[in-house]
């Protein structure tokens, strides 16, 4: 009779939709999935490594090249951490800017997510409006601190300036503007019967799968578990914002997209706020020349696009630190991806990866 | 603030008008309408070489150094400040006691570009006023076919070089 | 033989040939630019426009890059079926052509009458689906040669795919054989022409059914799962380069344009004019006087309006303007033109702006949708546009019947 083999096919390092280095491994039965093995560490950096020999100022940089797609939220996570161990103040204005350059940064990240996942499932002019609406972001934040990608936005203690003058309606003009740009990809894809059938009950997650493997973000709120940092453990006067998080019912990659997509909303609606009652003043608290901490350990989380992104820190009370650790909410969320997998077909391994957004910097760090 | 959590949901597919507009296809027309609206929008890719962005005043492109604007003299107190700061060590300087034993001045200066990040973290400690003696200029052209071209001497740094033009 | 017949049957079969093989890889070459430009614009960005005017010039650079680059043959493949497939693929696409009519009256030339298409033969339809399920070999053998697993995956997937919306594929073309009574091409707009009306009205569920499984068909986004390249890098054809890759594209196309050709003349009455027999649409004979600069400067102006930032005005402008020129021309009677009624060149006008439509349509879809995956692209074809086309043909037929009926009665 017949006599049939499963076969072992490589997705990557070098393929259209892994999202930068990622490597799978999949054993596939025909066109279905019967296991798939990532393998990871093509764009390792040895970053924490690397922090060891640096001062904290130093470190900043490389906090960019971590999740590169949204190195405000890497900024904003380090430095908040090394805030709080050394227990300095951030001046009001400079905690609303920061949430108003972080909820700007999630918006730009989801639109990356966005384009690029509609492109893995084939629709390629989303791809082009999420951009074009991206670059608009990406100006504000050249118009701020003079980078489109690496940022380096922030300084221990505050920002290292105010923001510039009429930056504020520019950001003003892009809320009023992003709204109905967002009802076009939705008009696009929400209810698209095509993008209904690639992503409705595709790459499940259950609720209690989710809390188990640890997944985050919109990964982990897709699954309809309500656990939002920017709630749980406000940082930067998150806790002044109304705003809501969006919860899935069913796990599956649609209930991750529509949570990304009212994310969107929601950060529009806590830019909305921000900038309403942005406080005057100082935006950078008195900072000694030379940074030393304290010699004792933090650990400081932020909700980064991705998810949960926590920064450990151990200080000897020397200018570098002892030891540098960053949970980074995309390694874990990967490891959710072989039982999301396991019995579809190869299409859904791109719609599932393009589903949990993972970005390889973040990773492999 | 409250409880404030919100579940998405699908759209809903039951019930009469519904089940008409599935059958009718709206949702693929209403798709194409957009596409084909979006066809009469301004385009918004720059033809590159030829036309380019504008940049803001903040923009962080290669670190070069700067003359006084009026006296026309080098700012650089060969202060070693921003060689110290940099995170990537490509700043490289050697300096000498001015003659007249006051204050240092340099003798070379210079930037490793192909390490260099662009953070501007050099620009932050520069102590020379009014103006830094090192800046993050405007320019972002770099491509070179050999590696020496990437450690930028000190008469480029304060020169900078001019933009390529593009012909057609 | 005497000296008129050889060129009655051999020299002038043989430059219609010659003229469709040599004009049609030209039309595609600029078919892809146009699908470029229109995708360009559909996405806010402004397609190529470096070789010649808004990149008038790229599909010839495009062509002589793809035939003096290397042609690389992997180790591991098969070598002859590996060169064997992309001829096989393109053979079939090419000999589709020759049932395909492109205008309905014959013109002459030196005196001697030349019909404005290859061949009329009575089995047209099933001769064109014959040779459609032909083009599937060259895909399968393509995938299988390459010895990549991307490459037979994607092969697998198409001639799945290509088997099962061939079935729909004729069960719409069915409908139109029994209200036209013939399989001839010609005979098809004839008898449209006879009825005074488009087959798509009475057909309209047959022309779904046919315009579904043709994008299908020619492997067309949103059903593009032998290329998918998020998933299969290039699907069948991922491991051919240069000319080879050239063969696959240029079937490709070809497959695209030979089913827009189909659609135009099973539902939209070929070169036919709107409403063939309202005596006071006359005009409209003559339309392509108007219509064609009117289109031309349309899409000129739709260029000009991309560069300044000003999409529809430039459009309009330059479609007014190429319309008034025309109607000068109409007028005044240039040249004589517009007394010249040529009915040839009315009919391949008005198939062209038809077909062109088509192409239109597809280049659009590709522009918005996204892709269906395997299982449900089977689905679609077997659960739905099967049945569809089934009751599409058992309702026509009780139609006719019925019609029989009443008319024999009365
Ligand atoms: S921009 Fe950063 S990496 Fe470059 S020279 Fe300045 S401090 Fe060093
Ligand atoms: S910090 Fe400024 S003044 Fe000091 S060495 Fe660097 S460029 Fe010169």
Known sequence: MFRTEEMDINMGPQHPSTHGVLRLVLNLDGEEIVDVRPVIGYLHRGVEKLSEHRTYAMIEPLTDRLDYVAAISENLGYCGAVEKLMGLQVPPRAQSIRVILAELQRIASHLLWLGTHALDLGAMTVFFYTFRERELILDLFEQFCGARLTYNAMRIGGLLEDVPPGWTDRVRHFLSIFPSRQKEYEDLLTVNRIWLGRTQGVGVLSREDAVALGTSGPTLRGSGVDYDVRKSQPYSSYDQFDFDVPLGTKGDTYDRYLVRMEEMRQSCRIIQQALDRLPEGEVRAKVPKYIKPPAGEVYHVVESPRGEQGFYIVSKGSEMPYRMRFRSPSFVNLQALPMMCKGRLIADVVAIIGSIDIVLGDVDR | MGATTRTVEAPRTTGAREILKTFLLLELWVGLWVTLKNQFRPHITVEYPKERVELSPRFRGIPRLRFHPESGEELCIACHLCETVCPDDCIHIVSEKKPDGKGKRLVSFEINLERCCFCGLCVDPCPTKPLTAIYMSHDYEMADFKRDAFVAPLKVLLNGVDPKDYKE | ?410
């Open chain 3, 1 to 410: 033989m005497g000296q008129d017949t050889l060129i009655r049957n051999v020299l002038i079969p043989t430059a219609q040939i010659l003229a469709v093989v040599l004009i049609l890889p030209l039309l595609i070459a600029y078919l892809q630019l146009v699908e470029r430009k229109v995708l360009g614009f559909m996405q806010a960005r402004l397609a190529p426009r470096r070789v010649g005017w808004h990149g008038l010039l790229q599909p010839i650079a495009d062509a002589v890059k793809l035939l003096i680059k290397e042609d690389v043959i992997p180790e591991k493949s098969d070598r002859f079926l590996f060169t064997l497939a992309p001829i096989a693929t393109v053979i079939p696409a090419l000999a589709a052509l020759a049932v395909i009519p492109f205008a309905g009256a014959p013109f002459t030339v030196f005196g001697y009458e030349v019909k404005p298409f290859i061949t009329d033969v009575n089995v047209a339809l099933l001769y064109l689906l014959a040779i459609s399920s032909l083009g599937i070999y060259g895909i399968i053998l393509g995938g299988w040669a390459s010895n990549s697993k991307y490459s037979l995956l994607g092969a697998l997937r198409s001639s799945a795919q290509m088997i099962s919306y061939e079935v729909p594929l004729g069960f719409a073309i069915i409908g139109v054989m029994m209200l036209a009574g013939s399989a001839s091409m010609v005979d098809i707009v004839e008898a449209q022409r006879k009825a005074g009306v488009w087959y798509v009205v009475p057909q309209l569920v047959g022309f779904f059914c046919y315009f579904i499984a043709a994008i299908a068909e020619t492997n067309r986004v949103p059903f593009d799962l032998p290329e998918a390249e998020a998933e299969l890098v290039a699907g069948f054809h991922t491991e051919y380069s240069g000319m080879k890759f050239a063969f696959f594209f240029l079937a490709e196309y070809t497959n695209m344009i030979v089913v827009s050709c189909i659609a135009t003349i099973l539902f939209f009455g070929g070169w036919l004019r709107p409403l063939p027999n309202v005596e006071s649409l006359w005009w409209l004979q003559n339309g392509w006087l108007i219509l064609l600069p009117l289109t031309l400067g349309g899409f000129a102006g739709w260029l000009f309006g991309q560069r300044t930032g000003r999409g529809l005005p430039p459009m309009i402008a330059g479609g007014g303007i190429g319309a008034a020129a025309g109607a000068i021309l109409a007028m005044s009677d240039l040249g004589g033109l517009a007394s010249l009624s040529l009915p040839a060149v009315s009919g391949a006008f008005w198939f062209f702006f038809k077909v062109s439509l088509f192409l239109f349509m597809y280049i659009w879809f590709r522009g918005t949708y996204p892709r269906y995956r395997y299982d449900q692209l089977m689905a679609l074809g077997w659960k739905w546009l099967i049945p569809l086309s089934v009751a599409n043909v058992i309702v026509t037929g009780l139609a006719i019947v019925v019609k029989g009926a009443v008319q024999g009665r009365g």
